[in-house]
């Protein structure tokens, strides 16, 4: 389990959330949806410890993360997909999972890689072409087979269908649903379409002006006429 209590963060002096409790349940997506400037990034950004704490903690399976730098943090096996920069463009496909692997033993990487890569098996004929080539489904697919070499707990995705074609955001976010399912891994989600998202999600919430303002299971969040449409854009029927 994943859990944030009462967390204030921001950047420098200037705090973008407040106050902030969520928990997120393993083999289960946990939604962040809110409109824009809302505090959804800083959140995940926080977690990851890249912002400036203010208050509150954050906690792993019961173990403390909040203070530790994001590299302790990545080492304890929290993995954050950020919107842009997931990958080295400059390298190959193959260069960029051994720097994703680079604390794991030759051996573990390998078995990891091979699993990863059942995942995305488009991935194999292009280990030795240079990510900048990629397009940007293939990007997103390299970045999340980065996390899983790392063999994460916590897995977070920070919009990962922006700017791609339809049915490439329809596969991508099919994969982070299997990803979900008895592997053992917790999920937060920030995305764009937010209806999407909670429809492949379990529980969800909602931010503005950097507060948690409901919080309750996706269906609910789909059905509530009222925040869907002011903060969401959804049409409720």
Do not use: C, W
């Amino acid at each position: 389990m994943l859990k944030v209590d009462r967390v204030s963060a921001g950047y420098g002096k200037l705090q973008i959330i407040e106050d902030i409790s969520l928990e997120a349940q393993q083999d289960r997506i946990t939604v962040i949806v809110g409109p824009n400037g809302s505090g959804k990034s800083t959140l995940l950004k926080t977690i990851a410890g890249l912002t400036s704490l203010y208050q509150g903690q954050i906690t792993v399976d019961g173990r403390t993360i909040s203070g530790l730098s994001s590299h302790e943090i990545a080492r304890l096996g929290v993995a954050y997909l950020p919107q842009t920069e997931s990958t080295f463009t400059h390298l190959t496909v193959a260069e960029n999972f051994k720097m994703a692997g680079y604390t794991v033993t030759s051996e573990d990487f390998e078995d990891r890689l091979q699993k990863a890569l059942a995942i995305f098996p488009q991935l194999a004929s292009y280990l030795d072409t240079k990510v900048a080539r990629l397009s940007g489904g293939e990007r997103q697919m390299v970045a999340m087979t980065m996390a899983l070499v790392r063999k994460p707990s916590v897995i977070m995705y920070d919009e990962p269908t922006a700017n791609l074609a339809p049915i490439i955001a329809t596969q991508v976010l099919n994969t982070i649903s299997y990803l979900s399912q008895g592997q053992g891994i917790t999920s937060l989600l920030v995305e764009q379409n937010a209806s999407r998202a909670l429809q492949i999600g379990h529980y969800a919430y909602l931010l503005a002006s950097g507060r948690v303002i409901f919080q309750g299971t996706t269906k609910d969040l789909l059905e509530h006429k009222e925040l869907g449409k002011l903060y969401l854009g959804l049409s409720v029927g």
